[in-house]
């Protein structure tokens, strides 16, 4: 159904609005935790609102980040729901020769996860992806998405290892899905 190009303009700002209050709010809760956080308007540049956050330095010591962003919805669906994705790109490279057996590891991963998905994006970069469902009506739930947020880290936690074995020719695939099965 096409709505009416003024009238749709004016709603997408009220969205956009709305999207950049809720990223306030996480901020907020995050910052109360002491992650460094930075929100970032959307520009030119940056086709969405997007929070970022650093989480905990992996076992080498390298930096982590979470990206906090909503998924743009049609303005039927934005009333009742908004898509918070929640990414995070993983600290380390893919060999291009080792694209399809770190495809099938994460092939594999994906079936024990109990939320988002990992996998890797056109730039050939490894990531952890959830798209959570927050009710338009309800602000965040502090306990809630701090909740999800640790689940999410413990996911990233848990399969970056063997993910990066295979990513940089260190273990074969088949020895890693033995390891994870």
């Keep these: 159904m096409q709505k009416k190009v003024g009238n749709g303009h004016m709603l997408q700002d009220h969205v956009h609005k709305r999207h950049m209050e809720q990223l306030k709010l996480l901020k907020d809760i995050l910052d109360e935790t002491g992650l460094p956080t930075n929100l970032l308007e959307k520009s030119e540049a940056i086709p969405l609102h997007v929070l970022m956050a650093g989480f905990q330095e992996d076992k080498k010591g390298r930096d982590r980040f979470l990206h906090f962003s909503f998924l743009p919805l049609d303005e039927e669906e934005t009333a009742a729901i908004h898509l918070l994705q929640i990414y995070s790109t993983l600290p380390f490279h ?50 809630e998405i701090l909740d999800i947020l640790s689940l999410f880290v413990y996911m990233c936690d848990m399969f970056a290892e063997p993910v990066e074995l295979v990513a940089s020719g260190e273990a074969d695939a088949g020895e890693v899905l033995q390891s994870i099965r």
Excluded: W
Excluded at 108 to 135: A, C, K, M, W
């Design 94 to 143: 893919l060999k291009e020769e080792r694209r399809d057996a770190a495809a099938a590891v994460l092939l594999e991963i994906n079936t024990r996860l109990p939320i988002g998905h990992f996998g890797i994006n056109e730039q050939n970069e490894l990531h952890y992806r959830y798209v959570y469902s927050v009710s338009a009506a309800n602000l965040f739930d502090s306990e």
